[in-house]
């Protein structure tokens, strides 16, 4: 087995020892800019007393006509004259197609821009949404291809409960076509206990891990697939495959073990096989807290709540009274909500905000889709932000996870989960299993060093979906 | 170019994947990591394919649809049918 399948990741710049006065007056300072933050009451404090978020707009209307009209496009089977409306407003048919392109809809948007004619969308502008959907076609079928391959060497063969869940599935099952509906990877959900073995088996048949780092020996690998989220890997044809061993890596906030989802799957025929995938409540609840986390600042997201909503399978009644089941009950009404709010002249229904929290989500997200920037938390994870910015990105995604959840037990659990030693401490200091407790007390240790630049241990990760 | 006759039978690939795009079929081999895009009556030809069917049979059918001499159709329908199966897009069974 190739254990050395990754690349080694070095800081660019080393810190030598005489650099340390410097870099702890960096790291007082930064303490001094988080205090600060606490003075002039930053976002993620307004978020836990339920204020809108000062920096985001006021409704659908702040948003550019070209954004308006590419949410109108999320929408499987929008009313025409909606749409129509929606392209006269248009001012930049480019940066209708650049937009497109950013929020992972070019072919959704295409299809319905040949619908609405010549005379409304201009040629150039249908060239490069063609152009988008065309990638995105033979971009779906690699993928395909890939999830096939995988099934039938990796998975059935060895009698592995797997499930496939976003992605592809989502695409055939709710789009009525998986190349309709972009993605960037192929999410699967594994059995924990086969996830060591199935990661070890296709880095044997030239898979290469996501990882930034050198596995060191099997402990290492091990430790990487028990103690991570997920594990990336990348198949010799380029495509990402992500393997879950649960939806939720804390485990508290979709509080559902993969093994109760694996006898709940549903068959989704994907190029004429059929492959197990989450029946349509447990998806939308999970789509609803996964891209919630994400602000719903992708427009992909917009869609796929729209073409889970639209299909038939989808009982909003039962929905409810699943999400209430597992304390995510507030997440669930946010979500429609925002659906709601974002399709009000279509559905032709006003309502008022279910609460604080869905009244912070909507602002939230039209104000990360008229920026068209990342949220926080995406771009802290990707690029690293110092002590300051991590200890913003861990406060957001307390109080977004202890709102989100009306459950005490979850949140109590979610608490308790923050004290789990991860890859990251692993990395820092490989103890034996039975010491991992004792990471609990490391880890400051490892944060303090992370934020002076002495030693890099974070888990890279890349930007969603 | 493998041999064709009109009895020759012809049948999809079966581990090929494919997609419509607006008037346009995409194909993919993944054993040759090759992407194939099919339109117009090579598309059609595509959808006749759905089922097995002789070289003959796929004849008599364009021969119905389209305005052309069947010599035509045959000699374009070999020598298309003809570079499918050299892509193992296709296979005679």
């Known amino acids: ?465 | 170019m493998p041999h064709l006759n009109l009895s020759t039978r012809i049948a999809r690939c079966s581990t090929l994947l494919s997609t419509d795009l607006d008037g346009e079929v995409v194909l993919m081999s993944i054993e040759r990591g090759n992407y194939y895009g099919l339109e117009r009556t090579a598309r059609r030809i595509w959808e006749l394919l759905e089922t097995p069917k002789t070289v003959g049979d796929l004849c008599a059918c364009l021969g119905k649809e389209y305005a052309a001499q069947r010599e035509t159709i045959e000699a374009d329908v070999k020598k298309f049918v003809g570079k499918l199966l050299e892509e193992a897009v296709v296979t005679a069974l």
């Open chain 1, 1 to 465: 087995m190739d254990f050395c399948s990754g690349w080694e990741y070095r800081r660019a710049s080393e810190k030598r020892w005489f650099e340390i006065p410097i870099l702890a007056w960096e790291f007082a300072d930064e303490l001094a800019m988080i205090k600060r933050d606490f003075a002039n009451a930053p976002i993620w404090a307004r978020h836990l007393r339920g204020e809108a978020n000062p920096m985001a707009h006021a409704g659908l209307h702040q948003l550019s006509p070209e954004m308006r009209f590419l949410v109108a496009c999320c929408r499987l089977r929008p009313h025409v004259d909606v749409l129509r409306a929606a392209a006269k407003q248009v001012t930049s048919w480019s940066e209708v197609s650049r937009l497109a392109s950013h929020h992972l809809i070019a072919p959704l948007v295409h299809l319905h821009c040949v619908g609405l004619g010549e005379d409304v969308i201009p040629g150039y502008a249908a060239a490069a949404l063609s152009l988008g959907r065309k990638d995105a076609a033979r971009k779906s079928l690699l993928q395909q291809a890939q999830l096939r391959q995988i099934a039938e060497k990796h998975l059935r063969p060895r009698n592995i409960s797997y499930l496939a869940f976003k992605g592809l599935t989502l695409g055939a099952r709710y789009y009525g076509d998986p190349a309709l509906r972009q993605c960037r990877d192929i999410d699967l959900l594994i059995d924990p206990a086969h996830l060591y073995d199935l990661t070890a088996d296709l880095l044997g048949s030239g898979y290469r891990l996501r990882s930034p780092y050198t596995m060191r020996d099997e402990d290492d690998l091990r430790a990487h697939c028990e103690m991570n989220g997920d594990v990336g890997v990348f198949s010799p044809l380029g495509v990402l495959i992500e393997l879950h061993h649960r939806l939720d890596f804390t485990g508290c906030q979709y509080p559902v073990e993969a093994r109760q989802l694996f006898e709940r799957v549903e068959p989704v025929l994907l190029s004429g096989d059929a492959y197990p995938a989450l029946p349509t409540v447990e998806l939308f609840i999970y789509i609803c807290y996964h891209n919630s986390k994400h602000q719903w600042s992708r427009l992909l997201w917009i869609a796929d709540l729209d073409a889970i909503i639209s299909h038939e399978t989808f009982d909003r009644e039962m929905v409810l009274a699943r999400a209430e089941e597992l304390g995510l009950s507030r997440l669930v009404r946010a979500a429609l909500f925002l659906y709601e709010i974002l399709y009000s002249a279509d559905l032709g229904i006003t309502q008022p905000a279910p609460d604080a929290f869905a009244r912070v989500l909507v602002n939230e997200c039209l104000f990360y889709l008229q920026e068209e920037s990342a949220p926080p938390e995406v771009v802290n994870k990707v690029l690293g932000a110092g002590a300051r910015g991590m200890f913003e990105l861990r406060a957001k995604i307390f109080v977004y996870n202890w709102r989100a959840n009306t459950r005490w037990a979850n949140r109590l659990c979610y608490l308790l989960s923050i004290a789990r030693s991860t890859y990251a401490d692993y990395r820092f200091l490989p103890l034996p299993r039975r010491y991992h407790f004792a990471y609990c007390i490391l880890r400051p240790l490892r944060w303090m060093l992370e934020s002076l630049g002495l030693k890099r241990v974070g888990v890279g990760h890349s930007v969603p979906p």
